[in-house]
């Protein structure tokens, strides 16, 4: 038996829509992520649990991880003995931490380690994006990286090996809020421009290069006063409700900059202390997320995709 747990993430990181990303591990040691088991089986099976399962479809033909263990089976290990996949679904859907991701990401790795196929970076991550396309309505890497390398990851098509690891200072907090309410991707992708001014083109280049290369050289003060998303969040505010409270009150409770994650509904906020961190988070519980909601507090996950058991 192969236990794979796959963390959130924060998709866009404010600055880079579609090329930045960010694994998320709770301060209080929870696991916030999906878990993928693999053992043998008499023949192919799939079981969906956990605290979201009731949220996807009852056909299995309809999940997202089973239709992962038919492709794996059909085009990289036809071998492959019979198994049976059970996908622990521990994130909720359409939340923007990576859900998809999380379920495509934590199944192919468990497969790939289960079947010994040893598929490199670069071909495991092609085929996770492949899959988490259909969800979320286009193929970008910005969740797929970091939840399968952990930390936060620069990324795309023309990156070496798809990713670039970036540090960022080990003092920051990330405050991550699921209000309770779900926002389909592929509907928070719609609203987007289908084309940006050269002008906005120029200034997302400008401020994506320079965030990036200020982390590098560990200017992280420098890098917080540019972290701004000027691509997708003016399109999506609107459709997430509380969110424009929420960006106008966190930083006088010490929040460094409030967006959204992913396509949202979650917002995330960078704090520089655990009190600040604290405050946001409780400002957040109060005004921000309903019964169905939550709150972490998290440093980056730098450890991302990985075993939990081996039997």
Known sequence: MIEVYA???????AVG?????????PIDGSLLGDVAVVSAAPSDEFICIGDYAHKL???ANENLAYQCLVHFRAHVAPDMP???????????IGSGLGSSACSVVATFAALDKFAQTNLSQVE?????????AVVSGGR???NITPCYLGGLQLTGDLIPDKSIALPVDENWYYVAAFPGFSLNTAKARSVLPKELSMHASVEFAQRLSAFSSLLLTNRFDDALS???????EPYRAPLIEGFSEAKANLPALGAEIVSISGA????FSVCKTLEAAQQCAQWLEANYINEQGFCHICKLDNDGTRQLTVL
């Open 57 to 59: 479809p009852s056909d």
């Open 264 to 267: 949202g509904p979650t917002l």
């Open 82 to 92: 019979s198994v049976k996949l059970e996908l622990k679904k521990n994130l909720p």
């Open 17 to 25: 829509f579609d090329a930045l990303g960010a694994a998320l591990a």
């Open 7 to 13: 963390p959130a993430s924060i998709g866009n990181f």
């Open 226 to 232: 540019i972290m701004k998303d000027e691509i997708a």
């Open 124 to 132: 495991l991550i092609e085929l996770m994006a492949d899959f988490e």
């Open 140 to 142: 970008h890497y910005d």
